[in-house]
């Protein structure tokens, strides 16, 4: 049982490239999310799906772009790549109604 | 929108004592959870323990309690019996209607020898 797995785990982009972070999990979770590390800070969300079809926005969504066809696959897309965006990206699933998700091991993105 | 708000950026302690970690929240919905997490150096992300808000009774995870003040909207993180491996930043996180964690800055313990 793989849990969420998230590819690439580091990954360095020049500004104005595009790419997307993979994320998979194996739980059968409805609910799944991207957050965002800065250096020193806690984990903001950049968007959230509560199921297959069904995507939302969060705290912190500009310059990114989501999608979920499956269940199990929820990868987040940038475009524009820009030195804000510099952070470690988490993914993470859960069930409704229990409250603590799952994280994968997060993917270290640095823009130069 | 809830915040949650970790007022000690960094903290010590010795081995083999006790540490207490704060936490407050602010919201207000009346069903929610409560959680720290711990993130080692590795960044995995670590769910340490979890608290309900309708049950009265403070959690318990073998070293790990918590107090939970639901009037006062207080949620502190208690390590017994501290060890090296306890060093970590920590994190509370509040979950409410529709699961979204909202993360505090996180606390950085620190564990001497």
């Known amino acids: 049982n793989a849990g969420v797995t998230q590819t690439p785990k580091f990954r360095i982009l020049k500004i104005g490239q595009s790419m997307t972070l993979q994320c998979t999990q194996d739980?059968?979770?409805?609910?799944m999310y991207w957050y965002r590390q800065d250096p020193g800070m806690g984990l903001k969300l950049i968007y959230y799906?509560?199921?297959?079809?069904?995507?939302d926005k969060g705290e912190v969504p500009n310059g990114y772009n989501v999608s979920r066809s499956t269940t199990e696959d929820f990868p987040l897309r940038l475009e524009l790549a820009a030195p804000s965006q510099t952070s470690v990206y988490f993914c993470?699933?859960?069930?409704?109604?229990?409250?603590?998700?799952?994280f994968g091991q997060g993917t270290r993105l640095t823009v130069v | 929108a809830q915040t949650v708000t970790q007022s000690q950026p960094e903290m010590s302690v010795q081995e083999a004592e006790t540490v207490t970690l704060s936490c407050t929240y602010d919201?207000?919905?009346?069903?929610?959870?409560l959680f720290w997490y711990k993130q080692p150096p590795s960044r995995q992300m670590i769910l340490v323990i979890r608290?309900?808000?309708?049950?009265?009774q403070n959690a318990t995870e073998n070293r790990f309690s918590v107090n939970f003040q639901k009037a006062a909207k207080s949620f502190s993180l208690k390590i017994s019996d501290s060890q090296l491996g306890d060093a970590a930043m920590y994190f509370c996180?509040?979950?409410?209607?529709?699961?979204?964690?909202?993360f505090g800055a996180g606390t950085i313990l620190r564990v001497k020898s």
């Open positions: 739980m059968n979770h409805n609910y």
């Open positions: 608290q309900e808000a309708y049950k009265q």
């Open positions: 996180a509040y979950s409410g209607y529709g699961n979204k964690l909202v």
């Open positions: 799906s509560v199921g297959a079809g069904i995507t």
């Open positions: 919201t207000s919905e009346s069903d929610y959870y």
């Open positions: 993470a699933s859960s069930y409704p109604g229990q409250g603590a998700p799952f």
